[in-house]
């Protein structure tokens, strides 16, 4: 008995130091310990509740918000936008000066920055991120293509040259104008970062991400959380005010507010239109409202049999009531979709009818293309709420069930939100829900990065080509002229309405739940928030 009493003592002391030697971690298994009350000990760790983890931290290699969430705080840019819109502002680079054919963009670059490995920013660091980008592929940077045209031999790539004129002037080249080009530099995939590191990680690059911007990459447990800390050396001064961020992944929009409210959290997106109410009753928290520059979708991937034939997605845009499923799932914090662009974005045509709900019309919409007696279909709902969607799962059952009264079985999938987006962009789907929030407030944003043909594979997920609108969109970009411009995207968007690749749903105005005690924070139209002013106070 006193041999197993020693043995029984001995083990309990071992377990003892294990456990300590656990507590000493900084690893977590979801449990934010210190961090539970909606802060550190310190009170200067502020945790953002959102929808799901990012796919990854390279901001060039990624295409989601969840991601780009992130990185906008880990990574600066050339150009950045204004604090609530997309007006161009110095970011990396202080000045800047165009030629008069518009071909040739010359920046003097912010002296004295450096990555967060401890290396200089200059222009060599510049050119080496856009060599890196023009020598990829749309596997590896599908924004680069989306913007830029292509890749370096490609006939559509415009940009001709990056050079490094001295240590901090760099001088990028373009094949022809491209109008919205400074718009689309301000862009969170075009961020700029360590070419060491880079060097360093390779592939690995994506989960060890280092920038020069306002906060450092920390740590980063799948699906939980990814935490990021202040740079004491950030070249803006006295700021970033916070010392760290914690990006919490919390599916489930209402369990996001019940973390709120228990004070587990101190920011959140993704509120529920129907919760707006609940939040802004209570005193200890506040709502913001982000400005709206979104639309979500249903895409129609138009190769595939039956959606190959225009006549059945026209059929298919009659058979949704958009208002019905505003009504249900957006408390009014939306408005009808009619066209891929929201009406805030220059070049908007207002005078395109909508193809109205209309079950008959539907049906006879198929009868002339063959299918009278229906057809079945795979329709994709999104796992993960945005804010242009705040729940994929029950909208995808509100069309299934429009669609089965014109005689089409749509059969629900999903999958978890990476796979989702890389299934739905090598076109594996029949019809997918999704939706964008403007990047740079252009329409060649959304026209020509989500439904040109050079886009296919990348973020064109609805498989759509028409040389026409290619060639409008094209010509749209090289022009100067803004008025000229905004003719131009009014036609395309004639040609894409009459062409359906999509059923456009709906244009959310995005809300956000806080603490009260969270000052400073400006909600950006793009979704991607820079928290660089934010604090927390008592």
């Known amino acids: 008995m006193k041999k197993k009493y020693i043995l029984s003592l001995i083990f309990v002391m071992l377990l003892s130091i294990g456990l300590a ?30 929808g799901g983890d990012s796919v990854a931290l390279d901001p060039a290699a990624v295409t989601d918000g969840e991601s780009f969430k992130v990185t906008k705080n880990i990574f600066d840019t050339l150009l950045t936008y204004g604090e609530q819109d997309t007006e ?62 292509g890749f370096k031999g490609d006939e559509g790539h415009v940009i001709e040259s990056v050079t490094a004129k001295d240590d901090y002037t760099v001088e990028i080249k373009l094949k022809r104008p491209q ?29 060890n991400p280092v920038g020069t911007g306002p906060f450092v990459f920390d740590q980063w447990s799948r699906n939980d959380k990814i935490v990021v800390t202040k740079n004491e050396d950030y070249w803006m001064d006295g700021y970033p005010k916070l010392e760290r961020v914690i990006f919490r992944a919390i599916p489930d929009n209402s369990a996001r507010l019940n973390a709120l409210m228990a004070g587990e959290i101190d920011l959140m997106d993704g509120l529920n239109p129907s919760d707006v109410q609940q939040v802004e009753d209570d005193a200890n928290l506040q709502t913001f409202f982000r400005p709206s ?34 009504d ?48 079945d279909m795979e329709l994709w709902a999104m796992p993960v709420p945005r804010p242009y969607m705040p729940d994929g799962q029950k909208v995808a059952e509100v069309i299934q069930k429009s669609f089965a009264e014109i005689g089409v079985n749509a059969e629900i999938k999903s999958y978890e939100w990476a796979t989702y987006l890389e299934k739905a962009r090598n076109g594996e789907a029949d019809s ?50 803004e008025e000229k ?26 809300a956000l739940g806080g603490s009260e005690r969270v000052k400073g924070f400006s909600p950006h139209p793009t979704g991607s928030d820079t928290l660089t002013k934010v604090t927390l106070e008592d």
């Open 328 to 375: 249900a799932f957006y408390a009014g914090q939306a408005e009808p979709a009619k066209n891929p662009m929201p009406s805030v974005i220059g070049g908007y045509n207002d005078d395109i009818e909508p193809y109205e709900y209309d079950l008959e019309k539907a049906k006879a919409l198929l009868k002339e293309a063959g299918y009278e007696d229906g057809f």
């Open 293 to 326: 520059m979104n639309v979500g979708y249903l895409g129609l991937t138009s190769n595939r049999e039956p959606l190959n034939n225009k006549k059945v997605r026209q059929a298919l845009n009659h058979a949704v009531d958009k208002q019905s499923i505003i």
């Open 21 to 50: 030697g656990c507590g000493g971690s900084n690893e977590s298994n979801g449990d934010e310990g210190g961090d539970s009350d909606g802060g550190s000990a310190d009170g200067n760790t502020l945790i953002f509740g959102r």
């Open 179 to 207: 109008a919205p080009f400074l718009k689309n530099l301000a862009m969170s995939p075009f961020a700029i970062a360590s070419p060491d590191a880079i060097e360093k990680h390779g592939d690995k690059f994506g989960e």
């Open 88 to 149: 161009i502002n110095p970011g990396l680079a202080e000045k800047w000066e165009v030629s008069e054919d518009g071909k040739t963009y010359t920046f003097m670059l912010r002296e004295g920055v450096k990555f967060h490995d401890g290396t200089d920013f200059n222009a060599d660091s510049v050119v080496f991120n856009f060599e890196r980008w023009m020598n990829g592929s749309e596997e590896s940077f599908y924004y680069y293509k989306s913007m830029f045209g």
């Open 485 to 510: 411009r905004n003719e131009l995207y009014k036609e395309a968007q004639e040609i894409i309405h009459e062409d359906a690749p999509w059923i456009p749903l709906v244009h959310s105005k995005p």
């Open 432 to 481: 997918f829900l999704l939706g964008w929030t403007g990047d740079n407030g252009d329409a060649d944003n959304f026209l020509y990065v989500l439904l040109d043909k050079d886009n296919i594979g990348s973020n064109n997920y609805s498989y759509y080509s028409n040389d026409e609108v290619h060639d409008i969109l094209i010509e749209a970009q090289s022009t100067p002229d």
